[in-house]
């Protein structure tokens, strides 16, 4: 009954992410922002708001375990997408490659990626320091420098020279509001939706895509929870690799899908943008909410995804482009941290 519950969970904060996504990306058309915006920034903000709800509901639900999930699920976002999320994206650029719809090497703007992976090394690098440092005036002060510099990384990324390539990608992706369709579907009378059509539709559909969010999130911390103390296992493992299976998989499955329509940037954007995102906010809550002590896997996930992280920036840096082996042996990082927990 435990894993019918998790799966549950999982199903509904995957599936109050997508409605999320979809109606705060036509917000942002209806305040005029422009097409990029609302492809990379919006769109990575939409898809890693599970990743802020999961562990703030982990962390208030007064459960035994609460914190450690809080904390499993904060630090499994950005290890996620530094190691498998990567490989998944390798391994669906190498399937495409093959039938000669495109090449192994992504065709993406270094300078947009370069950015990000500047910006998410060093706001989880200082975050990684935190959990070494347990003074909460050190934590205090460095949850305002991350919400800061997400703010200056907003403001850069809107002006960087590779908008322009995000625009051009993002353009024609967002799907109609799939809450007009679904009244449609049973009215038959209004009209198709555009960007003429009424506001409030986007923001119920918004409303409700959170209260999904947060009911799909305490189903899952009662699951974890139950699940962890039935086989005696750390509910902070356990929710780290539990956790980014349902909060991930909007960003892997947008990438693959426009990774096959030669839509690079966009792909690798959506990922890296997440990866800024998540060691900024979600990291904010666990410095002012937990303790932020990091040690034995905790701290070996956070230099993995690091090391993971470093890798990918250094390959943008040097050689100005990744490929579809190198996104395959992020995997190996994934791996080793499955043998390093099971060793223990």
Not at 77 to 94: H, I, K, Y
Not at 123 to 151: D, E, N, S, T
């Amino acid at each position: 009954m435990e894993w019918v519950l998790l799966g549950s969970s999982l199903l509904v904060i995957l599936g109050g992410a997508e409605l999320f996504t979809n109606g705060v990306e036509w917000i942002g058309e209806g305040f005029g922002l422009s097409e990029g915006v609302v492809g990379s920034v919006l769109a990575a903000v939409g898809t890693a708001l599970p990743e802020t709800i999961l562990p703030l509901v982990a962390i208030v639900s007064g459960q035994a375990g609460g914190e450690e999930i809080g904390i499993g699920a904060i630090l499994g976002a950005p290890f996620m997408l530094t190691t498998l999320a990567m490989f998944v994206v390798g391994t669906a650029v190498l399937v495409f490659a093959r039938g000669g719809r495109r090449s192994t090497d992504l065709d993406a703007d270094q300078g947009v990626l370069r950015q990000d992976l500047g910006y998410f090394l060093c706001m989880y690098a200082l975050a990684a320091g935190a959990g070494l440092v347990h003074f909460k005036a050190v934590h205090y002060a460095l949850a305002v420098v991350l919400v800061v510099g997400y703010g200056f990384y907003v403001r850069r990324h809107l002006r960087a020279p590779g908008e322009r390539d995000l625009e051009d990608e993002a353009r024609s992706e967002i799907h109609p509001l799939y809450l007009w369709g679904w009244l449609r579907w049973v009215r038959r009378s209004p009209a198709p939706w555009s960007g003429a059509s009424p506001d409030w539709p986007m923001f119920l559909q918004t409303g409700i895509a959170l209260l999904l969010i947060v009911g799909g999130a305490k189903m899952f911390v009662s699951g974890v929870d139950t699940i962890a103390e039935n086989f005696g296992v750390s509910h902070l493992v356990f929710a780290l690799l539990v956790a980014p299976v349902a909060t991930e998989l909007p960003e892997k499955f947008n990438s693959v899908l426009w990774v096959r329509r030669g839509k690079d940037t966009l792909a690798l954007g959506n990922m890296t943008g997440a990866m800024v995102f998540q060691s900024s906010f979600p990291v904010t809550v666990g410095l002012l909410l937990t303790p932020w002590y990091l040690a034995h896997e905790a701290l070996v996930a956070a230099v993995i995804a690091l090391v993971a992280g470093g890798v990918l920036w250094l390959t943008i840096r040097f050689r100005g482009r990744f490929s579809a082996p190198l996104l395959l042996l992020q995997g190996a990082f994934f791996a080793g941290y499955v043998a390093y927990v099971l060793t223990r």
